[in-house]
Nanobody, 122 residues
């Protein structure tokens, strides 16, 4: 059974850093594309970053110089290192995974975590 579970969210002041993690079971992360998405209150869910099965990555323009996505295949875990956080980064952050590239590119992943809250105060 495939499961993904986020951890590491919390509260931080603007300019600070956080790392969120996504532990996966039931599949090998090395063969899946995985992504981080966020949803702020009253807004639609949006993509933040993706790591593809070949190791390539994509990041949204809003985070390109501040956030880094990575995965540890040995630990079957996905990470999002968030630096220089801004109040507008405040959201629920979700981890998602799929074996099919098109599902990752269209943000219609088959497997989702419950989310972890990140709050950035000014």
């Amino acid at each position: 059974q495939v499961q993904v579970r986020e951890s590491g969210g919390g509260s931080v002041q603007a300019g600070g850093a956080l790392r969120v993690s996504c532990a996966s079971t039931g599949y090998n992360v090395s063969s899946y594309c995985m992504g981080w998405l966020l949803q702020a209150p009253g807004k639609e869910r949006e993509g933040v970053a993706i790591v593809f099965s070949d190791g390539g990555t994509w990041r949204a323009n809003s985070v390109k110089n501040r956030f880094t996505i990575s995965k540890d295949n040995a630990k079957n875990t996905l990470y999002l290192q968030m630096n220089s956080l801004k109040p507008e980064d405040t959201a629920m952050y979700y981890c998602a995974a799929d074996s099919r590239l098109v599902k990752c590119l269209t943000r219609t992943y088959s497997y989702w975590g419950q989310g972890t809250q990140v709050t950035v105060s000014s």
